[in-house]
């Protein structure tokens, strides 16, 4: 090749940064043929030393190369390209932000810092007229980031519903699957390493929140931020809610969901659990995978199904960014930037158009569906299908009263539930979820 | 936006050609902002004004636009855009070569081109400076080239298998879920436009294998023509052999397959029905819908999944990829270019390891299957599974086996099966598949 080398900097050096070290070296000679120069690592940026000097007996790489003085790897004047693996907001930001003055691209895969400041990020790249790229920050592996900005560029998402955290689309597979309760999937999601010691980014949501915003983002060429994402994780899906979910032929999954409103004047952003037909594309995504489902007006359908996370999925990721950049620096020219043109308002999730699975434990006696439907009516609800049938196990004379409804807003949904909870006739809800997908 | 716009000729106003220039209008505030210069039809070129002279009711062009002179169009100075939705080997590529040689950049749809000589066309883009997009050429909507040529990038690809062809996978989907044999699902699909009046090109496999050729390029930095490519179709399926595959829960699906060998030396590319498991995700890929599953040795597995076909999913492939060829003209750069470098190998179809499924109709005495696992012995074919059941429905003494291999060369495979046939034992070869996806 004869051309000097570019020189990357790789920020952290755990799981992901170690799995890009590792395709840096042996995928090096295909890399150096597909971007017309070779890559070159210029240091490997840790938090502690000890634990690297010693030599990773997988990891090909030179000790010499590993510092802690990240700052003063991404000021290096060698430094073309910055990998950031360290996640979370700062030291993140901060050295993303001199790394960009510096002149240098960066990939990134820290989902965290883009759902909450993606602009500042993307108006230094623009700035200094550098490529910003994070496809490892949504659905790992999964190429969902660079179709949605460049293939999808000239069509319109109307909707974009993903599982995009796998660890909580484990332990509903598991609880599909098994009838397991949330708590015993979970710790089974623990002992396999599919969850953390501490679940909370994950089964509360926050994790699918960020990605959220991020497609939304792309999605609606709109600034989204996870701030903006309503978000309910699934600590609260008991067995009872996925057993009513497979007596609708449906499942239930934790979606992230981003869609335009009807007059495409306004957008929604949410995280929930859902119920959806067990015939969707989304459905049949078991255990940690991910995937991406997307509807435009002309393309139609489409899915991005993959692994969303691990150090060889992500790293991919991270490669295939860095190859992008790297061209870029070779043959000139640069990726999309931020686009917020449309910059239209997020909806409140009150006024998100959605629809209702509900379950009721009811009196067995004449006039109760009168006075649930009543109810329904009254906030201008209509009903889509009601079953109704006795309880084998519950007290005598109790009935189970199963709704679905049509679309209605959100608020006018729960303000019902909330009316029905009062109803003299009604016992209990024993299952409330959202149906998506139909 | 001030800036001056940015011409596009469009070659072809068939489908997908009326298609696209809809959307250049009702897109066109969206497209300039994604761009940062508006786009313009600078001509639209059709074989018989006559057609459209009169004005398309749903098409909201200056009827002044349209020319048969497809050559002058090209020609022109003004035009910085060429797309060709004509299809076919010539003129398309006259005018592609035309269109570049005058510095524009080209859009194609033209899967037949492509895979016959994508070399000349590369070489001409290459030459000229100019990009060379063709994301509709495969699997219509599904952005699935874009994430080839540069998501994966950085990963190394192991194997593509795609439904790549919506008329056979129609057919294949009622072939499964109604029992029909090959010729009254084909006259279903005819019937409701899944399948032409003259089907050659879709139930023969050749359509498909253009796209095998085309993926298997770009997944393994290999020039691959159709001539490479082992074809076979789906005019020999039988009722019987999906109610085989039925019996190994199972599917038959017209696959597109691409693969690295173990080693990493050379490659092979088929088009064949074959068996995949129902829990594969490729299995539940139902009616005229595409997908394609790939494997990479650090992204794992991942797919891709839409509408194949139809004027507005293959426009929105086309509009994607004329957005990144005007961003391009905007702030310079190019797309990636031919990427051939690996150079490798086509194996021939004899030395691609495959699986088979065979089920023969045999005598029911002792010491058949001793003969027939003799067979397969001498050809070093090991056997999986052998199920035997004695036949209801045909003769007296008669029994079904069915066999199921474990890997082994094509060739060593059909010269077993060639000389099953020639068993006394053996009344007749019901069913014969190769098996894949497990």
Known sequence: MG????KVALLGCGVVGGAVARLLSTQADDLAARIGRPLELAGIAVRRLARHLDGHPDLPVDPGLFTTDAHGLVAREDVDLVVEVIGGIEPARSLILAAMENGASVVSANKALLAEDGATLYAAADKQGVDLYYEAAVAGAIPILRPMRESLAGDRVRTVLGIVNGTTNYILTRMDESGAGFHEALEEAQALGYAEADPTADVEGFDAAAKAAILAGLAFHTRVTAADVHREGITEVTAADVVSARAMNSVVKLLAICE??????????????????????????????????????????????GRGAGGGPTASAVLGDLVAAARHRVGGGRGPGESSYADLPVRPMGETVTRY???????????????VAQVFAGHDVSIETVRQRLLDGGEAGDAELVVVTHAATDAALSATVADLRRLDAVRGVTSLMRVEGE
């Not at 006696?365 to 009168?370: D, H």
């Open 357 to 371: 699975h509900v379950s009721l434990d009811v009196a067995d006696r004449p006039g109760v569906l009168a006075a």
């Open 3 to 6: 051309e000097p080398p570019l």
């Open 260 to 305: 335009l409103s009807e007059d495409g004047q306004s957008v929604g952003v949410r995280v929930h659990p859902a119920m959806i037909p067990r015939s969707h594309p989304l459905a049949s995504v078991r255990e940690a995978f991910n995937a991406v489902f997307v509807e435009c007006e002309a393309a139609g359908e489409l899915m991005f199904y």
